[in-house]
């Protein structure tokens, strides 16, 4: 570990750290444009020189690695000279359009010119002018704006892996743009703007929306995959303005995808804010009272056997104990949180969660994925993915329709035998997994919605037994399960599944065909096929106007995911609670306290007045809802049904990566991506003109 000296103060740092990391580690701060944690050192901007003793001129300190004997100089007359002098040829052609600039009051240029810019312009020549470049409908660009720090190309080369950035001409003439004109093809795409320390890229649906001191800001979860992305809710008044990334290094380090940043003005259209009721086959408006009647009349003299509960992929835990509750209380066991129908059982645990965790990825040397692509149901696992590729020796193989992952792999085929030829050791991919140290397979859900979901979760299970994947010695379990509902984990860890001799999606659905399902509560369940509903009484319980919502005799207004205070699981059985960042519109209400009127209304009152009352329900219910945001290791057991594998080839879990959910069907910024990027399969619906 080397030692040097830091401004009189003598340091020993970690071998391989820049001077400007061993700067940062006793608290001086280094002012930087182009130098970025997560990102390569490209040493652009000179923005952090320092003076090193025996060095004939000043050094780049995010470029200098720290070694024995330095002596380095960081608040001395001379550099404070030298960073004023940079300052002053950065913004010698940088426009002075702050007030009219979207990244004004977030501007790292804005603040570093505060402490080292000069107190009046000295350039009388003409600024130079670049035209704009076109990125797509998610970023905006000024760039005369740009200082050439190349954060925006060493991000798309690296981190999201589509490397369509690039930099063109030399000195003056510089300027970054995509060397064709096109729309940039990464589901990460967003985070551009988070990287670029001036106001060159800015958001596109959110330009001249709002100044950051006008926001209230909240943090809490995301919920347009099963990653539990952390956020931070921007709003102003009732109306959520942006979304934006949270640290956290277990999760999503500080990355959110595009999905998750731009759909949020799907919250403000196509909003259910009152109750509705069927009436001579139209819906109409309806009091609360009047709903809630509705329901107690259809309900009343109705067996527990004929009225079923799904739950949606967007259900928060609170209303999905409640349900269950309720539903246990009519005597009904016909519920199920799978609405896609996946073979997935309730326990043990280890059988549906992502084991090695998303931060686990780094340490594993070998991966199968299985029926999943990565990059559009999970992009930051897949970001994690690619992580782990690029610090070198990872083999990567695929079962299931080819993509770009944005990292190599072997695709062994799609045809879904070759999962039992792996566990059964016949193919030559299961020497790679065993000579791993640490294999890890990843299953996704366009292998388990199959008919043969359940015995494909056992061949899975196998190839994880005989290649070494599981190992409780050194608490390496390499057997995960990639959600792509947000619900999904937290529905089996509160056994959102049907009980003895109850039905499940597929079974609820075709009782409903028949008439022998009088009664089907939709809790913000829109990925089915309503039309086989028909002949049920359809109760739907959510927040848009969407598939359920058509097909509903009553409808009950609910909240969204910014809209209240709420618990999730994420898909590596992580515990995180979401905090109301609005309030819902109109007369609609939380969706706990929904259920819990409907319960007193029917005569069977659930005895949860408070939150507090619910979230003890749900330690109760299940104690790992009492540890929130920590990994509880799942103990293995077998599970999966031994049987044979059809031949039909694996399909795709998603469909649309910019139209997943209700939320996403009604923003206008997804539809815009739809039309300009198609829906991530290379499909395509339209043209940029």
């Not at 097909?551 to 207004?557: C, E, G, M, S, W």
Request: aromatic content about 6%; charged content about 25%.
């Amino acid at each position: 570990m080397p030692k040097l000296t830091i401004d009189g103060r003598e340091v020993e740092v970690a071998a391989g750290l820049t001077v400007l990391q061993a700067c940062e580690s006793i608290g001086i701060e280094i002012p930087r444009f182009c130098y970025h944690e997560r990102l390569s050192i490209a040493g652009n901007c000179r923005m952090c020189l320092v003076t090193m003793a025996g060095s004939p001129k000043p050094v780049a300190s995010c470029a200098m690695p720290a070694a024995d004997n330095m002596v380095i100089q960081t608040n001395t007359p001379e550099v404070h000279k030298m960073r004023r002098s940079v300052m002053e040829f950065l913004l010698i052609n940088h426009p002075l359009d702050c007030p009219i600039c979207d990244q004004g009051g977030e501007c790292d240029l804005q603040d570093q010119a505060m402490a080292y810019g000069f107190d009046r312009g000295r350039f009388i020549e003409n600024k130079r002018a670049v035209k704009d470049k076109y990125l797509g409908p998610l970023i905006k660009t000024i760039m005369t704006r740009c200082i050439h720090c190349t954060r925006c190309i060493r991000f798309a080369t690296e981190i999201a892996g589509v490397p369509e950035l690039g930099a063109t001409g030399r000195g003056e003439g510089t300027e970054i743009g995509t060397y064709i004109e096109k729309a940039l093809t990464s589901e990460l795409s967003g985070n551009l703007i988070d990287v670029c320390p001036v106001g060159a890229l800015t958001s596109k649906p959110y330009a001249f929306c709002a100044r950051p001191w006008e926001l209230r800001k909240t943090e809490t979860i995301d919920v347009m995959d099963a990653v539990g992305s952390n956020i931070r809710v921007d709003a102003r008044g009732n109306e959520v303005l942006r979304v934006l990334p949270r640290l956290n290094e277990e999760i999503n380090e500080e990355w959110i995808s595009d999905k998750t940043r731009f759909a949020c003005d799907g919250l403000r259209r196509q909003r259910l804010d009152q109750p509705y009721i069927r009436v001579d086959g139209k819906l109409k408006p309806a009091t609360w009272p009047e709903a809630l009647s509705a329901i107690a009349g259809r309900l009343k003299g109705v067996p527990g056997a004929r009225i079923g509960a799904i739950a949606g992929d967007l259900a928060d835990c609170e209303s999905m104990l409640l349900v269950k509750e309720l539903m246990t209380r009519l005597g009904s066991s016909n519920l199920d949180c799978r609405q896609d129908g996946a073979a997935l059982p309730a326990e043990p645990r280890a059988a549906y969660l992502f084991n090695t965790t998303i931060a686990g990825i780094e340490a594993a040397d070998a991966c199968l994925l299985i029926g999943t692509n990565p990059r559009i149901e999970a992009p930051l696992i897949n970001a994690r993915l690619r992580k782990r590729f690029r610090n070198g020796e990872f083999a990567v193989g695929l079962i299931g329709q080819a993509a770009d992952l944005t990292y190599p792999f072997e695709h062994l085929g799609e045809d879904p035998r070759l999962i039992e030829e792996i566990a059964s050791g016949r193919h030559p991919f299961a020497a790679t997994l065993k000579a791993a140290q640490r294999p890890m397979l990843v299953l996704g859900m366009a292998a388990l919605t199959r008919a043969d979901g359940s015995a494909i979760l056992d061949a899975a299970r196998r190839i994880a037994e005989t290649t070494g994947m599981i190992r409780p010695g050194d608490g390496w379990n390499g057997f995960n399960v990639l959600h792509t509902a947000a619900a999904r984990t937290g529905g089996l860890d509160l056994g959102f599944v049907p009980g003895e001799g109850g039905l499940d999606t597929a079974g609820m659905l075709a009782a409903a065909e028949t008439g022998a399902l009088d009664v089907v509560y939709l809790l913000g369940a829109d990925e089915l096929d309503t039309s086989r509903l028909e002949r049920a009484f359809v109760i739907y319980q959510g927040h848009h106007g969407d598939a359920g919502a058509h097909a509903a005799d009553v409808i009950l207004p609910g909240a969204a995911y910014t809209e209240k205070d709420a618990t999730y699981v994420n898909t590596e059985g992580r515990v995180q609670q979401a905090q109301l960042a609005c309030h819902p519109p109109g007369e609609a209400r939380a969706d706990w306290k929904i259920v819990r009127v409907l319960a007193d209304k029917l005569g069977h009152p659930l005895g949860l007045d408070t939150l507090a009352d619910v979230r003890a329900r749900l330690a109760a219910a299940n104690p790992l809802f009492a540890s929130l945001d920590c990994i509880e290791p799942a103990a293995w057991a077998p599970f999966g049904t031994a049987g044979g594998i059809d031949a039909a080839p694996l399909g795709a879990a998603v469909e649309n990566f910019y139209l997943t959910n209700p939320i996403c069907r009604a923003s206008v910024t997804m539809a815009e991506c739809v039309d300009v990027l198609g829906d991530r399969q290379g499909r395509k619906t339209g043209t940029h003109g």
